[in-house]
């Protein structure tokens, strides 16, 4: 198993609790905010919330200062998840090692909880924070979200021109779907510590490389890992002729390409912790995240 950051299941608490009790807050029918608790709060090792919480911290903020942030992209997720799970969509019954929210509930309140988390993620950027910043944070939310269904629709229905190449319409499809909302967590939390231009820049290059290193790595699991270590249904992609890095580039030239990306990331973050003092320790969660998304999904 990857080591985590000590601290990470105390972050961990800290968010999940805050996100809960924002849910409760709400004053939503007791069946929706059982759904939308159920979608959020079940298994997962919450890898964007933690990246927008421990980017903060790589660029001199305190963490805490990126809660509503981590709160709001991981509802994005959760919506994202429960969404792509319909039959209309991947049609799956597992995700993060139980039944999707509509085996759970049925496909109505997943729709409704999905809708509900969508416009939730926004509401929670309001809270404790000045009308300014929520502004920034609310536009990289949005972008994130944007392109992220954008790689959705590429990878769902196509779209793509006649004269792109597989590999680039892989990528095109991994850098939106997977890889714009981990670098919307970052960059979001990069913005809540006011970081420089210069750390803006490096925070948002390591992110997309993470980005698609994780996709490159939930596809080799799709084909080599278990059921119960992944937490999700696996060989779908295959089955259904998606396209995906083993299948276009080959297992070797997949892990090849996923191991130069951990490398790329690894040195960005060398640079990032040359912006400010104490820079190595501050950025050495951000290396152990990025060692966890290189051996299996989250």
């Known amino acids: 198993m990857p080591q985590l950051p000590a601290d990470y299941q105390d972050i961990i608490k800290i968010i999940d609790d805050q996100l809960r009790a924002f849910i409760e807050s709400k004053g939503y029918p007791q069946n929706l ?60 019954d597992l995700r993060r090692g139980r039944p999707t929210l509509h085996i759970h509930t049925n496909e109505a309140m997943a729709i409704l909880a999905g809708d509900a988390m969508l416009s ?11 009308a300014a910043q929520a502004m920034k944070l609310i536009q990289e939310l949005s972008a994130g979200t944007r392109a992220m269904i954008v790689g959705q629709v590429y990878d769902t ?30 960059r979001m939390g990069a913005l809540c510590a006011n970081a420089s231009d210069e750390q803006l820049d490096l925070v948002t290059r390591y992110a997309q490389s993470i980005g698609l290193q994780f996709q490159i790595v939930d ?16 060989g779908k992609d ?10 276009v580039l080959g297992i070797d030239r997949a892990r090849a390409a996923s191991e130069q990306l951990g490398i790329d990331a690894q040195n960005l973050l060398n640079q990032l912790a040359q912006s400010h003092q104490q820079g190595s320790a501050l950025v050495e969660p951000l290396r152990l995240i990025g060692t966890m998304l290189t051996s299996r999904n989250s």
Request: aromatic share 6%.
């Open 120 to 130: 939730l993620a926004y509401e929670a950027l309001f809270d404790d924070c000045n």
């Open 157 to 186: 229905l196509g779209g793509f021109a006649d004269d792109i190449s597989q590999e680039d319409r892989l990528r095109l499809i991994h850098t939106n779907k997977t890889g714009a909302l981990l670098c919307a967590a970052c």
């Open 33 to 92: 905010s059982d759904a939308i608790a159920y979608a959020t709060l079940g298994g997962g090792k919450r890898v964007r919330p933690a990246l927008a919480w421990y980017t903060s911290i790589a660029c001199g903020g305190t963490g805490s200062d990126a809660v509503q942030s981590a709160i709001a992209v991981e509802l994005i997720h959760a919506f994202s998840l429960v969404h792509d799970d319909l039959p209309s969509m991947d049609d799956d």
């Open 219 to 234: 596809d080799l699991l799709d084909i080599e890992g278990s059921t119960n270590a992944v937490g999700k249904t696996l």
């Open 238 to 247: 295959e089955a259904a002729g998606k396209l995906t890095y083993p299948s």
